[in-house]
Structures are given as structure tokens and as C-alpha cells.
Antibody, heavy 130, light 109 residues
Framework: QLQLQESGSGLVKPSQTLSLTCAVSGGSISSGGYSWSWIRQPPGKGLEWIGYIYHSGSTYYNPSLKSRVTISVDRSKNQFSLKLSSVTAADTAVYYC??????????????????????WGKGTTVTVSS | SSELTQDPAVSVALGQTVRITCQGDSLRSYYASWYQQKPGQAPVLVIYGKNNRPSGIPDRFSGSSSGNTASLTITGAQAEDEADYYCNSRDSSGNHRYVFGTGTKVTVL
């Protein structure tokens, strides 16, 4: 059973870089078909997708954060990481990591693809404050 | 388009049926996935694909899709179903991006 666990700095000063790591257990981060996502949730607000990295190493980011975000994988440690630069108070949130899978329904007209985040970490709170 | 719209809140009497909807252009190309989030907890996947439930999700949860609208139905709502529910889909722009719905708070009366 795949399990994910976030870790990293809980307090970051404005203009500095937020760094978080997601440790993957119960499976290999190099498993084909998986992508590895970061999602955040500001206090009292909804979920916001930050970005993900494919098992191949390709990365995709939320356009609103793209200039500040880097997601990377460390296969030797079976973990992936998030870096968010030039943070402000608006980046204060609970940050989640998640594993993602995809599927295809050929019986639909037209055929539909689908994507889902099947396993989530418990989340880690990051506060941006001086 | 990169938006998925949900009603902010719905209520349902205990044991009755409630449907939560999610609207967006991307749903004409991709099935939505649905997540349940209880206060202070991480989201949990409840429906994915055409109408698939992960192991451990009760069969009172079901999903459907038509045109630009995806729906999550809870048939025979229980007190423990009170939570926030979010839909999620790929962005139909073709840029491999995801988008979450605005979320629906379900209250079981």
C-alpha cells in the first residue's frame, strides 16, 4: 500500500524559498504510469493544484505559479520535492503531496481519458511570516 | 478553459439522496475525479473515471457525466458523509494541467 509523507520547513520568511519533500513508501517512485503531484490549500479556502512530475521526469506547473515553482525527483531516496521561490503571505497554506494515475474509457463516445490522485499525504502546514 | 464550478453548499436529510455537480469545458473531454475532505484531514478519492470507487469507499457514492457537467451522487446519505467535496479534471487546453473545482460543503441534517 503506497504511503506518502510530507516534510520540510513550517515557517518561511517572505521573499525566501519554501522547500518541501514527499517521501514515498510501499512502492517505487520510478513505477511506470505514476505522476507525483503537489497541491495546496490556503486557510479556509479550496484546493489548488501546484504541479506534478511524471515518472519520466517531465514536469507541468500551474501557470499562476510556474515562474516560481520547481518539482524534482530523487530516485535514490524514493522521494520528490517542491521548491517555491519568492514566497509571500499568500503562499501560507497546507501543502499536500499525492500520487496520480490515469485511465482510458474506449466505450465512451468520444473516448474519454481520466486522471485521479489516488493516494495523498497527510499534509504539512507552511506559514510565511517574518 | 481552466475552471470547474461547483455549488458552494448543499444540505441533505439523513438517509436521503444528494447530487453534487461540477461544470466546466474540460469535462467534455475528461472524466472528473471526486474527493471528500473532512475538517483537518487530507482529501480522499471517492470516485474516478466513468464511475469507479476505490477500495473502501461505500457503494452509496456514485458518479456520472453528461456534456460539460459531472455529478457525484450520495444515495442514502450518512452523518459521516458531511464534508467538503471537490471535483478535479485535466485542463482541456492540452497543456497537461489539472484544475480543481471550487468545492461543495455537504451538510447532513
Amino acid at each position: 500500500q503506497l504511503q506518502l509523507q510530507e516534510s520540510g520547513s513550517g515557517l518561511v520568511k517572505p521573499s525566501q524559498t519554501l522547500s518541501l519533500t514527499c517521501a514515498v513508501s510501499g512502492g517505487s517512485i520510478s513505477s511506470g504510469g505514476y505522476s507525483w503531484s503537489w497541491i495546496r490549500q490556503p486557510p479556509g479556502k479550496g484546493l489548488e493544484w501546484i504541479g506534478y512530475i511524471y515518472h519520466s521526469g517531465s514536469t507541468y506547473y500551474n501557470p499562476s505559479l510556474k515562474s516560481r515553482v520547481t518539482i524534482s525527483v530523487d530516485r535514490s531516496k524514493n522521494q520528490f520535492s517542491l521548491k517555491l521561490s519568492s514566497v509571500t503571505a499568500a503562499d501560507t497554506a497546507v501543502y499536500y503531496c499525492a500520487s496520480s494515475l490515469s485511465g482510458y474509457d474506449p466505450t465512451s463516445v468520444p473516448p474519454y481519458y481520466y486522471y485521479y490522485m489516488d493516494v495523498w499525504g497527510k499534509g504539512t502546514t507552511v506559514t510565511v511570516s517574518s | 478553459s481552466s475552471e470547474l464550478t461547483q455549488d458552494p453548499a448543499v444540505s441533505v436529510a439523513l438517509g436521503q439522496t444528494v447530487r453534487i455537480t461540477c461544470q466546466g469545458d474540460s469535462l467534455r473531454s475528461y472524466y472528473a475525479s471526486w474527493y471528500q475532505q473532512k475538517p483537518g484531514q487530507a482529501p480522499v478519492l471517492v470516485i474516478y473515471g466513468k464511475n469507479n470507487r476505490p477500495s473502501g469507499i461505500p457503494d452509496r457514492f456514485s458518479g456520472s457525466s453528461s456534456g460539460n457537467t459531472a455529478s457525484l451522487t450520495i444515495t442514502g446519505a450518512q452523518a459521516e458523509d458531511e464534508a467538503d467535496y471537490y471535483c478535479n479534471s485535466r485542463d482541456s487546453s492540452g497543456n497537461h494541467r489539472y484544475v480543481f473545482g471550487t468545492g461543495t460543503k455537504v451538510t447532513v441534517l
